[in-house]
């Protein structure tokens, strides 16, 4: 069955470079030219001294509620609670687990953020974590991927349908486009590409000098670039994410509805901002030729240009993955 056709608010972030990547394509490298610095979290981080990741200069928390049909956070609320008291952004996060229905996932995903009063005006939209499975072959899937014993895997067709139908309840509940998060090779390592992804705003976790960007899309919103970092307030080590943009741009992707960056299809081209430049290795991009300036998000902020996305999908391929912990 077809379903509804979507309008994507599409601008470029910052100019990307290319770069060869083992996801059986030539990968995307973005190169930021301003940065906002952000963590994301889950209960295993412990108790959180949010005052003092706010003093570090950290804007955003992606914050960990719920995993698969099975898991709460205990910490959830507190750290809801007290990002939002000490300034930061914040976003509620589901990981995925590809062997429950996407609509019973998404469902417990929103009993548990209604229980904390829901996203509220200035909260960034709700983010699905997919990691799970690590392969499109059952065999060859890791066994603990989901931290319950569990590989979660499923075959290809079944984990993009459930993927999208997550998507499509959240959205249906909370007015806002979901983001999404993975890792570079993971897309590719597990069949799920549909080209409707791309009109999703893409987290991707890539540790190099600039992010990798996996198809369909070309372009990242959120990047994590340390499992590693140091935090103050966040013991012993934390993630390190940044947002590609300025922190006014940032602002403006709060409390939206449906009106957010909406993925990267349909770029305007006027929009590109930084440099790009072709390049054979895998680590960072080395940008060399000036494509122009202006800031893309400045252009559709500040201006409010819009572009008409109109895509079609069918419900029959969907599904994905997450992050216990």
């Not at 109109?310 to 216990?324: C, N, Q």
Request: with cysteine; proline share 4%.
């Amino acid at each position: 069955m077809d379903v509804r056709r979507g309008v994507a608010v599409a601008c470029a972030l910052v100019a990307a470079c290319s770069t060869n990547e083992s996801v059986q394509r030539q990968a995307v490298t973005q190169c930021p030219t301003d940065t906002v610095e952000g963590v994301d979290v889950y209960t295993g981080d412990g108790a959180i001294d949010w005052a003092k990741v706010a003093g570090s200069g950290r804007k955003f928390a992606f914050i960990k509620a719920t995993q698969g049909n099975y898991n709460t956070q205990a910490t959830f609320e507190t750290n809801w609670n007290d990002s939002l008291s000490n300034g930061l952004y914040r976003s509620p996060y589901h990981f995925f687990d590809g062997t429950i229905d996407g609509v019973t996932q998404a469902n417990w995903f929103l009993d548990e953020l209604n229980s904390v009063g829901g996203l509220q005006e200035g909260d960034l939209a709700p983010m699905l974590d997919i990691e799970c499975p690590t392969s499109s072959s059952q065999s060859a899937a890791s066994p603990n991927c989901e931290y319950t014993g569990d590989s979660g895997w499923v075959a290809s067709a079944t984990l993009q349908s459930r993927i999208f139908d997550w998507l499509d309840t959240v959205q249906a509940a909370t007015g806002r486009k979901p983001i999404i998060y993975s890792y570079v090779s993971w897309f590719a390592s597990v069949g799920v590409t549909d080209t409707m992804l791309a009109t999703y705003p893409l987290y991707i976790a890539s540790y190099n000098a600039c992010p990798s960007i996996p198809a369909p899309w070309t372009q990242t919103v959120f990047w994590q670039y340390s499992a590693s970092g140091t935090v103050p307030g966040i013991t012993p080590t934390a993630d390190l994410d940044r947002f590609m943009g300025t922190a006014d741009q940032l602002a403006g992707m709060t409390g939206q509805i449906d009106a957010g960056i909406g993925g990267d299809a349909e770029l305007d081209d006027a929009a590109d901002a930084g440099s790009a430049t072709e390049t054979g290795g895998k680590g960072g991009c080395g940008c060399g030729a000036s494509v122009g300036a202006g800031g893309p998000l400045t252009a559709l902020l500040g201006a409010g240009l819009v572009a008409v996305l109109v895509r079609r999908r069918k419900l029959s391929t969907r599904k994905a993955k997450i992050r216990l912990r």
